[in-house]
């Protein structure tokens, strides 16, 4: 199999899905000729024209609420989000329309529409550039949020994505976008929207990550068998719906459960991994659940070295692992 980066999986997903159905179509700031601030979508625009790549002014309002025009009379638009910093401006067309507008309708509609968003930080983008922002969809049924973590995936879960009926979220670690390589068929084939990954078993404990963090996770573990610490790492890759039996599978192997993602702390994504644990597997515990994430600042600093002292990391990741293991 070919090896792809992340950002090529993901241009590739968009290829084959435009060319299987005319209904597909992108929209977003300088998706057309210059293909994306990400490359995203080079040579979309010249392959399929100004009418199905289409430039957008800077209005996320507008690039959301023409999607779901567009999805409610049989279109399938994918929406980019230039950087997931920006889609605050169109977060009341996405909570309020497009995650509830099946359910006001008792079915009638649907809205089957992709809002891509690179997220995260890493890049030396500051605070606007940086933010992780998945945990403010988590929160709203209607929605799907799905994050993956390498190229197999994006490319399987975007083509799954467009062609779901329902609204999905699709956020990329941009980090990752040139970083995570790997092997991607280049025969038809789809990643179910729904379940995790067991990425790596292990024994001692579970570390439970998604997208750049997963990345991070794998090579922690890695560090770890070498020092005898067997770490079993799930990739969660649909936060919402999350899959709850693989998580609580793999605590009731292992015992102990370090949940890490790279938002801030507080109300941040893993607090959810943490309860689910905690109401249904408390029994099979032999440590309390540890989180490790961003600290409880306002955003990723512009500073490199203050950048580093933010991010989780492979060196992070593996001491709290240590730890854990030594409970």
Known sequence: MPEKTLVEAVRDAMDEEMARDENVFVVGEDVGQRGGVFRATVGLFDKYGGERVIDSPLAELSIVGVSIGAALYGMKPIAEIQFGDFIFPAMNQIVSEAAKMTYRSNGEWTVPMVIRAPYGGGIGGGLYHSQSIEAFFTHVPGLKVVIPSNPYDA???????????????????????????????????????????????????????????????????????????????????????????TILESVKRTGKALIVHEDNLTGGYGGEIAAIIAEHAFTDLDAPVRRLAGPDVPGVPFSHPMQEWFMVNEEKIADAARKLAQY
């Open 155 to 245: 490319k399987g879960l975007l083509k799954s994505a467009v062609r779901d009926p329902n609204p999905v979220i699709f956020m990329e670690p941009k980090k990752g976008y040139r970083l995570i390589r790997g092997e991607v068929p280049d025969e038809e084939f789809l990643v179910p929207i729904g379940p995790a990954k067991i990425s790596r078993s292990g024994s001692d404990l579970s570390i439970f990550a998604y997208g750049m963090m997963h990345y991070y996770a794998m090579a922690a573990a890695e560090q770890l068998e070498k020092e005898g610490i067997s770490a079993e790492v799930i990739d969660l890759r649909t936060l919402y719906p999350v899959d709850r039996q």
